[in-house]
């Protein structure tokens, strides 16, 4: 897949302010800071489009990406984040799951989830949830730069195996790094493979 445009094209706190065309959505979520708005620059090969920041919370809204004038990236505000107030947090869980479990205009969600980390137990409840949703998703590894390939092969297979405790078939799993571009084509061939 060749990303022959992406421009910004809105921000939403509800269902009603979303894109009103019927193009469909592929979407980014995680715990705060795990690296969603970094991989929507890296895949878009646009390095300012989405906001990054080294403090978690940085995105707080729905912000919709137009691409090739035929389908949208969101980057979604991260779950989780401890610091924030428990009225912000209650807003934030409110707009992440009316937008996952109610809007129809989501083709697919990628999980992201820290490559270097054990399973953690609010990922695999929002995993356990989704599925349970039967929302369609798969699941990203960020940040593998930070470790060697050997290391992140084997924190995929122990995923794998933890969800398999639970599921009978495992979604789609990537391994990614935004520094190093690492996944790109993965994940813009999988999208591809959906829009035909
Ligand atoms: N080394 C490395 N750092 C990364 C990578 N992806 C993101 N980061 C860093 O991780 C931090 C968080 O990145 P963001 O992309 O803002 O994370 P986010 O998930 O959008 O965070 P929120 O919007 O706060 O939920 C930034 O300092 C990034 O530079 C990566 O692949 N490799
Ligand atoms: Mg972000």
Known sequence: MIIRSAEFKCSSSRLGQ??????????FIGRSNVGKSSLINMLTARPSLAKVSSTP??????????????????DLPGYGYARASKDARAGLARIITDYVLR???????????D?????????LE???????EGVPFGIVFTKCDKQSPGRTE??????KRRLLEQWEELPPMFATSSEKRTGREEILDFIERCLK
């Not at 919370?57 to 969101?74: A, P, Q, S």
């Not at 809007?103 to 989830?113: G, I, Q, S, W």
């Not at 929002?126 to 349970?132: A, E, P, S, V």
Request: charged share 20%; hydrophobic share 45%.
């Open 18 to 27: 979303l894109p009103g065309d019927a193009l469909p959505d592929f979407a």
């Open 57 to 74: 919370g940085k995105t707080r809204l729905v912000n919709h990406f137009l691409i090739n004038n035929d389908w949208y990236l969101v």
């Open 103 to 113: 809007c129809e205009r989501m083709h697919f969600l990628f999980v992201l989830v």
């Open 115 to 123: 490559s270097r980390h054990e399973p953690q137990a609010i990922d």
């Open 126 to 132: 929002f995993i356990t949830m989704l599925g349970r």
């Open 154 to 159: 084997a924190g995929m297979e122990h995923y």
